[in-house]
């Protein structure tokens, strides 16, 4: 009934063969990208920021910072092991830390006092003698001696435009000149600014600060004829070459006081024509002698980088030093660096110059200028006989002719006045040639052949 044989599936079925040979071991099976991979060392748990690096085999640890912009930064410092940058960020945490406590609690006060002392080395002596006089009697004196307590006491972390100018304000009420507090602005900007370079403070509270206006007072100068009455004056006496000097170059009374002889150039010669003497010479000024509470200060450079300058000499003035020098050798000072030493050999303090120009002045009958008000009478008398700014500014040493022109625009408007008035006496002179030769309007002028 039943067909009990099995039927042939071989040929309905495909089935896959399998392989005869031995079985693939696992080792035979190609490597995973991720198995050729060096595995990283791993940090411990709990440890933060802490990871190897495989460039040059180091342990990096990180930390967030805020920056000055309020912005977090990322820190990073580097160990051989891992344990070794772990303690370096810790060490650099606290150490933020404690920077920045102190920042919090440091006063205005504290801070100026700090900052001074750093930076003293950078500033010349007598700037350091004001911007701590200004420490100590306004800004943060330590008790009140008529001029209020300042911002002292103020916090550095909390100091605000509206208490500087508060501070400026009751200083104006206690009769502080405008000058003065201008001054003061000037010193907390430059220490505030450095307070946000070393990141004690995110921006400088003086941004917002109005500077107080200074009306410029009326410049004191002699005219011509009050020099030469001067010069004469000052003939016979010991430092007659110094005065001219000053009249004549226009240098800073510091530039006077500290110049060398090494630094002047003294020639005469005879005038093949006329055998009458011929004098030339030249100062190359480069150093400034500084006093501070009466003591001087070791010898330093010009005020500015355009004071260390060449200035050449009238001859008379160079005959002046010659005689100026046989001068001090019979005083047994020919060997002494110094071009102006006092009679003992030292230097010569400002208070003996000083007298020593306020008699003079008595003497001849003039009106009181000061020492330093020599040198715009200098300036003014080149203006006045039309040298150009450039030159101006060049011998006496500013660092822009910017400077120059500030200073001395009154003079410059003068001098062009003048300058047109030449014009208008050429053109009067011109109308009289005309009228002599009858030629009248040019349009009527005769034609030459």
Known sequence: MFDTTTPDTSAALSLPAFPTGP?????????????????????????????????????????????????????????ATQREAIEKREAARKEAETVAENATKETVGDFLRRWLDIVKTKLQPTTVAA??????????????????????????????????????????????????????CVQLKSALGRAVAWRQLKENPMAGVEYPT?????????????????????????????????IETGMRQGELLGLQWADVELKEDT??????????????????????????????????QAGNRIVTLYPETVHTLIQHKERMRKEGKGAHPYVFPSTTGRPIFKRALRDAFIRIIKTAGLKQIRFHDMRHTNATMMISDGVDVKTVSSRLGHSTTSITLDIYTKFMRKADERAAGVMASIMAKKKSLAAGSGMGARSGAPVPN
């Open 271 to 304: 005038d093949p024509t006329t055998g009458a003497p011929r004098y030339s010479g030249q100062i190359h000024v480069r150093h400034n002698l500084q006093e501070v509470n009466g003591n001087h200060q070791p010898l330093s450079g010009p005020k500015t």
């Open 131 to 184: 911007y701590s006089e200004q420490i100590r009697l306004y800004m943060a004196p330590e008790k009140d001696v008529g001029m209020g307590l300042g911002i002292g006491q103020i916090p550095l972390s909390k100091l605000s435009p509206f208490d500087i100018e508060t501070w400026l304000a009751s200083l104006e009420k206690r009769g502080v000149s405008a000058a003065r507090r201008r001054g003061l």
């Open 23 to 79: 079985v693939a071991s696992e080792s035979s099976k190609p490597a995973s990208p991720k198995a050729k991979r060096k595995k990283k060392p791993r940090c411990a748990s709990g440890l933060g920021s802490v990871y190897f690096r495989e460039s040059d085999n180091r342990w990096c640890a990180t930390w967030k910072t805020s920056g000055t912009d309020g912005k977090a930064k990322t820190r990073v410092v580097y160990g």
């Open 214 to 246: 200074v009306k410029r007072e009326q410049m004191k100068v002699w005219d011509s004829d009050e020099v030469a009455a001067f010069l004469l004056a000052c003939e016979g006496e010991r430092l007659e070459a110094l005065f001219v000097l000053a």
